[in-house]
Structure formats: C-alpha cells, structure tokens
C-alpha cells in the first residue's frame, strides 16, 4: 500500500510546483496533470539513438526508473510499512538511487558529447557532496530511535517536545533541500535553462528521446514524492489511524510541492561556485541533530 500511495503522489508532485511557480509569476499556467500528459505522449513515441551510442545509453533510463522503484520498496507510509523493509535498509536505499544515477551519467559520457560530460562531472560532484548530510541526517535518527530500518525509525520517533519539534524541523528541511539538489531544482540546478554552460541534469539527457525521456521524467516525479515520503514519516507517527496518516501524507506532500515551488520562484540559481559550499551546510545542520543526541 505505501508503494501505492507513493506512486500516485508522484502523479501530481510536479504539476503542483508548475501551477505555483505560475501563480508566482502572475500566469495562469497549466492543467495539473499537464506533466503526466507530456509524460503519456512521450511513452508512445520511438527513442532516437546516436550512431556512435552504445547499449549502455539505451538502458541507462530504464535501469534509472527501475533503480527508483527499488527504492519505494523500503519506504513507509506510516501504519502500512515497506514492502521490503529491513535492518540498514536507509544504506540501500541510498546506494539503489546511485546506482540510477550513476547509469545515467554513464548513459550520458557514452554520447561522447563535451558538454554531456560536464554536465555528467557537476551531477557525480553534487551527488557526492550531498550524501554525508542523508547518512549523518538518518544515522542521526537511528541513533536517536535505537532503529536502523525506515519503518522502525519513523514508528519510533514521535513529536513529543520542543526538542523532537526541532529536530523534526531540521530534519524535514534538510531533507526537503536534498530533494531538491537530486532532483537537480533551484537554487543548485534550473530545470528550465538551455544555456548549455550552466546546465547540469538536463545537458545530461539532451540526447534522450521517446519513451527514454518519458522514463527519466517519471522517475524524477517519483523521487520527488520519495523525499517527501521521508519528511512526511517525521510528522505522522504520532497519528493511530491509516486514514488520517493518509490525509497527512497527501497534505504534506501537496506542501513540499507548494515549498518547492516558492523556493524555485523567489530564490535565484546560485553561482557555480557556491553549489558546494551550499550543499555541504546541509551536512553541517544534520551535524546539529547528531551532536543534539549525544
């Protein structure tokens, strides 16, 4: 049920973050469900592929959606559990989404395109910077809790105090900012921007096509809802009934999309530069909940 329940806020993730960065911006912006319609178009259409392409860019978008998938398997929801939720299965999770990404920045080197390449080295960089703040963020919690399995984690930890509601705040932000970065959003990346020296995950699938494309724009859908997934475990533990986390789960999932949104609408792309050192504070703030603990 809690695969379910992922997958069908994917469906509406990013149709809400288009519809406030339209109301943002004074436009009336598209339907909703515009992005699952491109997404359906681009599925019944045929994939072009480069002569000098080898069969690793022709799988790498179907092993990034699959990678995704794996992933959902061992994130709760609340009372209904993971599918396949074990002991350590945080560590899996991180490394199955990885794994998506590492065959795509391969699937693009493979185009022998320059500026897939530099795009591919920003993505690997980010990437890599990013993962201490997840694993200090949940090891933090774990630690916390007594837990290192996502269900026992987020059955554990309840919003008892002003402490918990600060590390619950620090928590959610946290991972609300890495949403963003591996989903190559503002302020690191612009989804929006074709200006091929600027570009990071977007100059990496400039050569995809077809279903390809509608594979890697689902499966971005779904890692958004994944990461909010994880934020909305912090907040409704505390609830006994499935249909109220229901509701919760849906509420905050529709307020990370709204979040998102603003941040994307009023907060400008960050130089270059200052990607790492914005990525790395992500780090230094899970720190905080850490030396909270001890």
């Known amino acids: 049920m809690s695969f379910i329940l992922i997958l069908l806020a994917s469906f509406f993730f990013t149709g809400i973050v288009i519809r406030v960065k339209s109301i943002a911006q004074g436009r009336k912006g598209p339907s909703l469900w515009q992005p699952m319609y491109d997404i359906w178009k681009l599925l019944h259409k045929g994939s072009v592929y480069s002569n000098v392409s080898s069969w690793i860019f022709k799988v790498a978008p179907t092993i990034y959606f699959a990678t995704v998938i794996v992933a959902m398997l061992v994130v709760p929801v609340g009372l209904f559990g993971s599918v396949i939720g074990f002991s350590g299965d945080f560590i899996f999770f991180a490394y199955a989404l990885a794994l998506g990404k590492f065959f795509t920045i391969i699937g693009a080197l493979d185009t022998a395109s320059s500026f897939e390449g530099m795009g591919s080295a920003r993505e690997a960089l980010f990437s890599m910077l990013v993962e201490p703040a997840f694993f200090i963020l949940i090891g933090s919690l774990g630690l916390l809790t007594g837990y290192t399995s996502f269900s026992d984690i ?50 990496m699938v400039l050569d995809n096509s077809g279903v ?72 230094s703030l899970a720190l905080l909940i850490f030396f909270g603990i001890k």
């Open 154 to 203: 987020f059955a554990a930890f309840h919003i008892t105090g002003e402490v918990s509601y600060a590390y619950a705040a620090i928590a959610a932000f946290v991972l609300l900012m890495i949403c963003m970065i591996e989903n190559s959003r503002m302020p690191v990346d612009d989804p929006k921007t074709h200006l091929e020296l600027t570009m990071i995950h977007e100059v």
């Open 212 to 283: 390809d494309m509608g594979l890697i724009h689902q499966a971005t859908n779904m890692k958004f809802a994944l990461y909010t997934t994880l934020i909305a475990g912090l907040f409704i533990g505390n609830v006994e009934t499935w249909w109220m986390q229901t509701i919760l789960f849906f509420g905050i999932q529709v307020i990370s999309a709204m979040c998102v949104g603003l941040i994307e609408s009023f907060m400008a792309r960050y130089r270059m530069i200052h990607n790492a050192q914005f990525i790395l504070v992500l780090s």
